[in-house]
């Protein structure tokens, strides 16, 4: 049972065109939603920890949103170096609070 | 502190060696952690460490999988008798228990290993 769906799978935007990438989750009682951007060949970088509905956090062009369901990682603006792929992960109720992560989105911003 | 570093980078092996992987954490963090991810997919959790303890494994680490954590500072990932399907990027991270993951996990750049 997927805990973690994120789409879409891939997105290809123009530089400077604006968009949002999704992350649904199913485990009920959420300790920490986190998203982090991978580059090819590399390990994940953290971006962002949310903790419960209505949170936000910013970082440059990138802000995330969280619901009881999902959250949203917006792209304001978006340039080729934010091209990466973009990870979210749960950690649900339990001893050891080890994440799950989703499959990630692979973003790709065109000059 | 130049954060987690990962030793090899790359490693080929034929189909039934052994390999080991090595792992620095941030020097600070006492929880350790090994995922695998193949291409296409997200990191799947394999153990972690807190201190020299091993407090977790996955399903997914089956017996040819060990990992250890001497006296709490590096830790090693063996592989033995290599299978075609172990190819993978295998991924250390580092984080401070109680931290409750306000800055998420430290990852590595990984060690790609590639069995023949």
Same mark, same amino acid.
């Given at each position: 049972e997927d805990q973690v769906t994120q =789409?879409? @799978?891939?997105?290809?935007?123009? @530089?400077? @065109? =604006? =968009?949002?990438?999704?992350? =649904?989750?199913?485990?009920?009682?959420?300790?920490?939603?986190?998203?982090y951007r991978q580059d090819p060949g590399k390990g994940p970088e953290f971006l962002f920890t949310l903790y419960s509905a209505g949170e936000e956090k910013e970082k440059e062009r990138l802000k995330a949103t969280l619901t009881k369901k999902e959250s949203f990682l917006h792209i304001t603006a978006p340039k080729p170096e934010d091209s990466a792929t973009y990870l979210c992960a749960v950690q649900a109720p339990g001893g050891s609070y080890i994440p799950t992560f989703g499959r990630g989105t692979s973003l790709i911003v065109h000059p | 502190d130049t954060g987690v570093s990962q030793d090899p980078r790359h490693k080929i092996t034929k189909r039934g060696q052994n390999v080991t992987f090595r792992c620095d954490p941030i020097s600070e963090?006492?929880?350790?952690?090994?995922?695998?991810? *193949?291409?296409?997919?997200?990191?799947?959790?394999? *153990?972690?460490?807190?201190?020299?303890?091993?407090?977790?494994?996955?399903?997914?680490?089956?017996?040819?999988?060990?990992?250890?954590?001497?006296?709490g500072s590096f830790s090693t990932l063996e592989i033995q008798r290599t299978e075609q399907g172990d190819s993978a990027m295998y991924l250390c991270a580092s984080s401070l228990a109680g931290s409750k993951g306000n800055y998420g996990y430290t990852f590595g750049s990984g060690t790609r290993l590639t069995v023949v």
């Open positions: =789409s879409p @799978e891939a997105l290809r935007l123009q @530089e400077g @065109e =604006s =968009s949002s990438l999704n992350c =649904s989750y199913t485990v009920s009682g959420l300790r920490g939603l986190f998203w | 963090h006492n929880r350790l952690y090994w995922y695998r991810q *193949t291409l296409g997919q997200g990191p799947e959790f394999l *153990t972690y460490f807190q201190n020299e303890a091993q407090l977790e494994k996955s399903r997914l680490l089956s017996d040819r999988f060990s990992a250890e954590r001497p006296k």
